[in-house]
């Protein structure tokens, strides 16, 4: 680690407030760590020791522009992308993320300064010329992987719990016992959060997270699971061990986000975050509808029949208890309610260009593209082989159909029972080929975004068609014929208006 990874602007910030007569400056907090794992972060904190506040502002308006974006808590921003602190302290005086007093002390001794930071791994302070400052072995606990609290001062703030988690996800790193037990006695004071930083925190771990398992069962393991009343509810909810012999549908539902989160880093890197967040929140609410609806048939085989239809009002409600954006939540329930869509095959074993239009339109403002996503990690997070998505060449697991040593007499009769069941199989594996709807709904052009009408209200006027409620039942007859592959061009949608309709409006 050198001095070469500050940027002048910031060397040139480190110059300044030693001219000033600042007696110790650090780097500090996330971009310590990440350039410690050698992962990309330009979100620059630095904090200053020996100046006061105005001082600080002093020493760098005159080259600067400085935002007193935080002056009680002696914070300021440097031309909107740099913050700069003083070293502070921090008293409990009341519950919750804001029960505390704040105040800003140039004169605080670097331990103590350092003991109010949430991790050990986010207590590192790095000088320009590439030392550090690590008073609670956060560098052994970034070797390590371990996240450990600092202080029993963790326990001040309940927002740490939902940030150790998002951690998890990010970093892979395990919790330490007597954090977790910090965590356990933190959970009275969830309530005490708001919803928007519960949300800020759920968006870190469906954006950069990359161990959803380990995180979700770090969450379970903390007690903190209980907050989210619709992912508790899963864990211990039995499924089919024929579809998902994995385990219960807390598992399964930890194994598809972790699936979807390898599928986005290693060939969809460019999809936004927004969509990013869109997937990750429907792969962990896709089967919350399981909760509700499983039971045991008549032959005491486990079904949850219905259970994507279920699962929208609870997906809805756990996004809009932390006031999740509407355009997060329009375009996350039609994926939900639609990611068994899939199973709607005739024998055929592909989708219709009906089918797939169709489809695209229910899945509005979401698309086929993260619907196929979403099928995709809910295939791979099944152990279940015919599930996985793999092309037709790709190997099977075909162990189940050995053909048993069978006498010489019952040869035809048992390659004929051996073809018929695997034909069976392969048409329960065909089901799952969301990249067969991804394909033609390519071909289509409704990949990305629904079908557009061919015929709109201007051309119905313009054949002296009335705009009213009739016009608009016209428009959709016409409309489901576009969709069922009846017409294909403007002309035809035209005539088929008129073939419908040529009494009352004659050409």
Known sequence: MTKSIFSSKVKKIFNLLETAGATEIFAVGGFVRDQILKIPNKDMDIEVYGLSYSEIVQALSSCFRVDLVGQCFGVLKIDNEIDISLPRKESKSGRGHKGFDVHSDPSLSLEEAFARRDFTINAIGMRRDGSFYDPFDGMGDLRRGVLRATSKAFKDDPLRVLRGIQFCARFGF??????????????????????????????????????????????????????????????????????????????????????????????????????????????????????????KDEQGIIRSLGHAEAGVPLIRQFLERMKTPHRIVAKVLP????????????????PSPKMVRRLACRLEPANIKLWTLLCQSDARGCFAPERHYQQDSSPFDQSDLKRPKQPESLKTQSEDILTAKRQKINKRKIRFRADLWFELAQELE???????????????????????????????KIFDAQLDGLISTFEEGIQFFQNQWQNRFPT
């Open 174 to 295: 395990d919790m330490d016992s007597q954090t977790i037990l910090y965590c356990r006695e933190l959970f009275p004071e969830f309530p005490t959060l708001s919803e928007e930083r519960i949300y800020e925190e759920w968006v870190k771990w469906a954006i950069k997270g990359k161990w959803m398992q380990k995180s979700l069962y770090l969450l379970r393991e903390t007690g903190w699971i209980k907050a989210f009343p619709e992912l508790d509810a899963l864990i211990d909810c039995p499924q089919n061990p024929c579809w998902h012999p994995e385990g219960d549908v807390f598992v399964h539902t930890s194994l598809v986000c972790e699936e979807l989160a390898h599928i986005l880093r290693e060939q969809f890197s460019e999809l936004s975050e927004e969509d990013r967040t869109v997937l990750m929140f429907a792969a962990l609410g896709h089967d919350f509808g399981k909760a509700v609806t499983t039971h």
């Open 335 to 350: 994926l939900v309610r639609e990611h068994m869509s899939l199973m709607n095959l005739k024998e055929t074993g592909r």
């Open 446 to 476: 409704v990949a990305e975004s629904q079908p557009q009408p061919l015929i709109r209200g201007r051309d119905l006027i313009q054949l002296g068609v009335r705009p009213g409620p009739e016009m608009g039942q016209m428009l959709q």
